[in-house]
């Protein structure tokens, strides 16, 4: 489950800056050694990817990256190396976009540098087994009739230039 992608997001950050301690906690939860923070801040509904004719259910995880250090220049080339790699990873997406500072007020800290990074979560789901069609369909000819009418809306407002 989501825990899967918080595993394979540490172990590819650590893969990516070395030694570094990855905690899943909110920023200023590290440990005074230092470490990254990769804390998913929400969840957002994601458009289902299309594999063949079947729609998967998807979810996009959004984590605040933030580092600390008692040196801050380590702190700020490790959130740097992490977001040049992120740029070309074919898997994460990076959004640089800052957060409000209503945000950083909740966490009971000052705002910090930090991005924001995607990941795409797709539960594996079993589909319904698919039913062949075993003979040709049967076609029957109705005649054509004409009807008008006008077609309603919400409100019982007439649909402009509807068409059925």
Known sequence: ??????????AWIVSTLGDVDVSLEPPGVCPKHGCLSLYLLDMQHAPP???GRSKIFSLLLRYLV???DEDPLIAHRRLGELAIQLADHPDYQLDLEPLPATVWAAFGIAPRPAFLLCARFEPERELAPVQLI?????LRAQALSRFEGVLLGPGDHPVVGARV
């Open 49 to 51: 990817a299309n594999r």
């Open 66 to 68: 933030t580092a600390w």
């Open 134 to 138: 075993r003979e040709p369909p049967t």
């Open 1 to 10: 489950m989501i825990d899967g992608i918080d595993n394979a997001l540490k």
